[in-house]
């Protein structure tokens, strides 16, 4: 069993910042991937930022020189630090990891991705 705790979410001036951070536990062999998505009301979810093994990141353009993913091999958690927040950031964002792990004395390496519960961001003067 793997599960995602999210933290970090809360409300905010334009302009503002914050830091979410999403942490795994279980059995985790290791993290091919990890993404943060968010989604706001009567949208649909998008993807906001990826990272891989290596550290190569992807963004979508909307948030640009304004967020950064990174990661913690060791702790198993992504970080998504948020700067310059504009209105059209609220959403509930929600972290996404592809792992991979091995049962007992089963070599068969298989992959599970995993969904975060979500965190809502608010950005309100």
């Known amino acids: 069993q793997v599960q995602l705790v999210e933290s970090g979410g809360g409300l905010v001036q334009p302009g503002g910042s914050l830091r979410l951070s999403c942490a795994a536990s279980?059995?985790?062999?290791?993290?091919?991937?990890m993404a943060w998505y968010r989604q706001a009301p009567g949208k649909q979810r998008e993807l906001v930022a990826s990272i891989i093994t290596g550290g190569t990141t992807n963004y979508v353009d909307s948030v640009k020189g304004r967020f950064t993913i990174s990661r913690d091999n060791a702790k198993n958690t992504v970080y998504l630090q948020m700067n310059s927040l504009k209105p059209e950031d609220p959403a509930v964002y929600y972290c996404?990891?592809?792992?991979?792990?091995?049962?007992?004395?089963?070599?068969?390496?298989?992959?599970?991705?995993?969904w975060g519960q979500g965190t809502l961001v608010t950005v309100s003067s």
């Open positions: 996404n990891i592809n792992l991979y792990y091995y049962r007992s004395k089963d070599p068969l390496r298989r992959y599970l991705e995993v």
């Open positions: 279980g059995s985790i062999s290791g993290i091919n991937a």
